[in-house]
């Protein structure tokens, strides 16, 4: 038994997992749900924010969200450029980092932006309402659907959805989400307490 776990290898890449997914783009797999998801998730965040204000519960936890969506975003784009990763249909070589403009795997920008949505809810909510933890397959159902894709490694879901998640938890210690600060004050009210 000893000598044939030397000859197993499940992947490779930083994780040692990293190894290309058939490619599957049919039913909830599909692409256009992966770009619906992630146009709605921001109309959510802006819409709940700019609706409820940061005055509001819902709305403060709203503003917190587009906060962690905005520097999760800008982070995982600086990422992108920095490390240049070749996706799996760009070679299928998980090893082929700073490839330059052509190469943006790492870290994987929509789970990441998954992430960042639902861990300032999770943050808020789940002490008295445990099933908010069930947001969580937002962020599963993507990084699925991205390596179906063969956009992804594993390593590029996995870190897109830790960065998401830090940076969502990180914004939550904000008394003052940033984005409330700098935007003028009427917008920060919410539109429902105006009409």
């Known amino acids: 038994m000893l000598a044939a776990s030397f000859r197993a290898h499940a ?33 959510i965040e802006v819409g709940g924010a700019l609706w409820f204000g940061n005055d509001d519960e819902l709305g403060h936890t709203m503003w917190q969200a587009v906060d962690s969506s905005v520097i999760s975003g800008l982070t995982a784009d600086v990422m992108k450029r920095a490390f240049g990763r070749a996706r799996p249909q760009q070679g299928n070589n998980p090893h082929a980092w700073f490839k330059g403009s052509c190469c943006e795997s790492f870290p994987s920008g929509e789970v990441t932006l998954q992430a960042s949505f639902v861990t300032p809810l999770i943050v808020h909510y789940a002490r008295e309402n445990p099933w908010i933890w069930g947001l969580e397959v937002l962020p599963a159902y993507d990084a699925i659907a991205r390596m179906k894709s063969q956009a992804h490694w594993q390593s590029d879901v996995i870190v897109g959805w830790m960065l998401g998640t830090g940076i969502g938890y990180w914004t939550t210690t904000w008394k003052t989400p940033l984005t409330v600060r700098i935007l003028p004050g009427g917008l920060s009210v919410g539109l429902y307490k105006k009409f």
Not at 18 to 36: C, F, M, S
Request: cysteine-free; hydrophobic content about 35%; charged content about 20%.
């Open 11 to 43: 992947g490779s890449g930083p994780f040692g997992i990293d190894h290309e997914w058939a490619l599957d783009q049919n039913g909830i797999w599909a692409r256009k749900y992966q770009t619906g998801l992630e146009y709605g998730v921001i109309a």
